[in-house]
């Protein structure tokens, strides 16, 4: 008897300990969120750091070497947020009161000015930009494919799982306490009883219904942000891009055709992006660029190295004998992808280029004055359908075009006829 009871306090010693182990691992997951959720808020936007670098840094410091001030590329790795932040900001200050900074200072006799005016954001939007790019893939061969758009990124879905994760343990925590209550063995109970029980003890909780409906309007919330990005708009979209392709050099100031690179926008529905065999056409002869050919701050030490980006890519060693070779050692370059319509939308540019005889200028803008490209238009279908009302189709020499001319031209009574008239109004014309 005594046996029993002795051995039946034991056992419930022993699933109280393990609903210890439950309640803390709960209590960490949930601080573990709040920790994500902290470091979120120091994450910063590498976009707009690089524009605060390159007008602020790049005369003292680069990524990748040491120039007045010491290389910054991976400077997070070795130094904390906050002593970046406080050196950023006032550097003479700082090393008046730590060690490091005044070991930092010793660096060179030339003083690092201070940024007062940078807040704890563009510091952390600069420091992301210091970190090492993510690696990048593609071209050596003649077919070049997309990253998929950087847009998104998945964050919330995390922290929405760890949320599910973390009500799941209070719910089976609370399954648990109220056994231990009845003094149940939990193992000996069939499953539908089980859950039957975790029911219950949901029914009973009012904190449960309340992370509920949380979690519900968070999922609402995510999936409908995802939906709208999804057909929403992303003009001005700018992707710092693998290899600093400048289209003003390249298209404006030497003058090189849009469609030598982009090939296929003649034929086909894409236009494609050239692959590193085009480029090579040309970079087989030229590594370096001019002494005064600028991309913002960055001047020739910079360009040159992002040719080497290129021969990296391809394979080229410039130095080998006979004016260079192959080493047969390729590494696809990955060019971020900026204009993207929605899966449900069609587009094709040859229809557009070859056939209405459109410029590419007419929808990417001024691409021959972009160092960096970006998304000049909207690209929504407002945008697509007042072209077609407005544009008129160039009939003159298209013999194909001449028939059906005269035959809409009569049926609208019209001299001339618009995309929308042709039928560039149809709903299945653009949409599948
Ligand atoms: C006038 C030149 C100059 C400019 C502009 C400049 N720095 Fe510096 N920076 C230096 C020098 C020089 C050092 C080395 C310390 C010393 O010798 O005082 C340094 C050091 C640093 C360090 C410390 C590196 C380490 O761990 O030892 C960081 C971080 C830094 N700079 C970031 C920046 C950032 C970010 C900007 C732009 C907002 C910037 N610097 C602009 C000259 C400059
Ligand atoms: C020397 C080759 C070259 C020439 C010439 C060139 N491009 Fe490009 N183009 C590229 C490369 C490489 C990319 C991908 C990198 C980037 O986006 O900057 C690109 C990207 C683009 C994109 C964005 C594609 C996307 O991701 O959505 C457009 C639009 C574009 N080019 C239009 C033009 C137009 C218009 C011209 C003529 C004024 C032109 N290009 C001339 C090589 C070229
Ligand atoms: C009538 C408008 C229009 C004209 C003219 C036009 N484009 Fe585009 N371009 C677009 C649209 C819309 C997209 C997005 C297509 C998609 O996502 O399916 C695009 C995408 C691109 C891309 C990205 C890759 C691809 O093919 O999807 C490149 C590169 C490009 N255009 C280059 C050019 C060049 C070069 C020309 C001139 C020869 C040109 N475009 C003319 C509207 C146009
Ligand atoms: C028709 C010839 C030609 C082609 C094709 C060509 N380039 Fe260039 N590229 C040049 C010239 C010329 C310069 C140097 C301009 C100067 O000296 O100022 C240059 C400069 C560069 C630079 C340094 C300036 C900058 O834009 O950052 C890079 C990087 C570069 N090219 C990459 C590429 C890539 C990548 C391709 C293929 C998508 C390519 N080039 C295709 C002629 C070409
Ligand atoms: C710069 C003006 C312009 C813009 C912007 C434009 N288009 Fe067009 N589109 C034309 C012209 C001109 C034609 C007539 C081509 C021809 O002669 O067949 C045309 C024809 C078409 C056709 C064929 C219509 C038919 O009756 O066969 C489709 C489909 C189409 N466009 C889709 C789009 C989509 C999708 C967009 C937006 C992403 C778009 N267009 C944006 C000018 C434009
Ligand atoms: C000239 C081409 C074109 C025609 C014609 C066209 N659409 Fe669209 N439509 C588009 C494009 C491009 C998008 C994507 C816009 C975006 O990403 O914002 C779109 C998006 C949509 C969307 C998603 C919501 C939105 O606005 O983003 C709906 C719904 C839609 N179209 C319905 C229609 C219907 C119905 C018709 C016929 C009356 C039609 N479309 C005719 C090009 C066209």
């Known amino acids: 008897m005594y046996q029993t009871r002795k051995k039946q306090l034991f056992i419930s010693m022993k699933s109280v300990k393990q609903h210890n182990l439950i309640s803390r691992l709960t209590l960490s997951t949930i601080a573990l969120l709040f920790l994500f959720t902290l470091n979120l808020s120091a994450q910063g936007d590498a976009k707009n750091g690089k524009k605060l670098f390159n007008s602020n840094c790049a005369a003292c410091h680069k990524l990748d070497k040491d120039l007045v001030g010491p290389a910054l590329g991976g400077i997070t790795e070795k130094r904390e947020n906050a002593w970046l932040k406080a050196w950023i900001k006032d550097n003479a200050a700082f090393q008046k009161v730590d060690a490091d900074a005044k070991e930092a200072a010793a660096y060179s006799p030339t003083a690092m000015n201070a940024f ?10 600069i420091l992301e930009y210091t970190k090492p790019q993510e690696p990048v893939i593609t071209a050596g061969g003649p077919v070049q494919t997309f990253a998929a758009p950087v847009k998104q990124d998945n964050t919330l879905l995390y922290i929405l799982g760890a949320i599910m994760v973390v009500m799941l343990l209070m719910l089976f925590n609370l399954y648990r306490t109220i056994n231990e209550l009845k003094g149940d063995a939990p193992k000996s109970r069939s499953f539908s ?12 909780n009012k904190f449960l219904h309340f992370l509920m409906v949380i979690f519900f309007l968070l999922m609402t919330a995510y999936f409908a942000f995802g939906w709208m990005s999804q057909v929403g708009v992303d003009q001005g979209y700018q992707p710092i891009q693998p290899i600093e392709f400048s289209h003003k050099i390249h298209a404006g100031d ?23 065999n085009v480029c090579m056409n040309c970079h087989m002869n030229i590594s370096e660029v001019a002494d005064d050919t600028k991309i913002g701050n960055h ?9 080497q980006k290129l021969y990296d890519a391809v394979g080229w060693d410039p130095e080998a004998a006979g004016g260079g070779a192959y080493t ?6 990955e060019w971020v992808r900026i204009h993207n319509l929605p899966d449900f939308a069609y587009f094709n540019h040859s229809q557009h280029v070859n056939v209405a005889g459109q410029k590419c200028q007419k929808c990417h803008g001024p691409v021959e004055e972009m160092d960096e490209l970006y998304q000049y238009a909207p690209l929504t279908m407002d945008w697509c359908i007042s072209c077609h009302r407005e544009t008129e189709v160039d009939m003159t020499e298209n013999g194909y075009y001449k028939k059906i001319h005269e035959q809409l031209a009569k049926k609208y009574g019209v001299e001339k006829v618009t995309v929308a008239e042709m039928g560039g109004m149809e709903c299945g014309k653009c949409h599948y």
């Open 116 to 125: 007062p005016q940078f807040s704890d954001q563009d510091i952390d939007d």
């Open 193 to 204: 009883e089980q859950a039957n029980g975790v029911w219950e003890a949901f029914k009973r």
């Open 254 to 276: 030497n003058k090189i055709d849009c469609q030598y690179c982009h090939s296929a926008a003649k034929h086909s529905k894409s236009s494609g992006i050239p692959s590193a």
């Open 299 to 307: 001047g020739k030490d910079i360009l040159d190295k992002e040719i």
């Open 328 to 333: 047969g050692e390729t590494k696809p370059i």
